[in-house]
Nanobody, 126 residues
Framework: QVQLVESGGGLVQAGDSLRVSCAAS???????MGWFRQAPGKEREFVAA????????YYADSVKERFTISRDILKNLLYLQMNSLKPEDTAVYYC????????????????????WGQGTQVTVSS
């Protein structure tokens, strides 16, 4: 089993930066890890992902050039650095871990991920 615990959320102003973290414990062997977010009344959506082997990264168009996903492998930590935050970035941010290899399910899909954290709230005021 894997446990994922997010932290670092909070209330910031538009234009500010914030870094959220995800601590992984248990059997953390992975193919990829990702960040998703869910705003009130909306579907959970893909934000960013990183391959566990090779470190290739992927981003939603809405956050490209503003957000950066990274991993500290030794500490089993996943980060999402968020710059130039906008009110529309307000959401609960979830980290997720995928063990699925050789699958046609894309990294942008929730179905690709096997384990999820409980989420951390990020609120951006205008």
């Amino acid at each position: 089993q894997v446990q994922l615990v997010e932290s670092g959320g909070g209330l910031v102003q538009a234009g500010d930066s914030l870094r959220v973290s995800c601590a992984a414990s248990g059997r953390t062997v992975c193919d990829a890890m990702g960040w998703f977010r869910q705003a009130p009344g909306k579907e959970r959506e893909f934000v960013a992902a990183i391959n566990c082997i090779g470190g290739m990264t992927y981003y939603a168009d809405s956050v490209k050039e503003r957000f950066t996903i990274s991993r500290d492998i030794l500490k089993n930590l996943l980060y999402l650095q968020m710059n130039s935050l906008k009110p529309e970035d307000t959401a609960v941010y979830y980290c997720a871990l995928s063990r699925q290899k050789w699958t046609p399910v894309p990294l942008t899909s929730r179905g690709r991920y096997d384990f999820w954290g409980q989420g951390t709230q990020v609120t951006v005021s205008s």
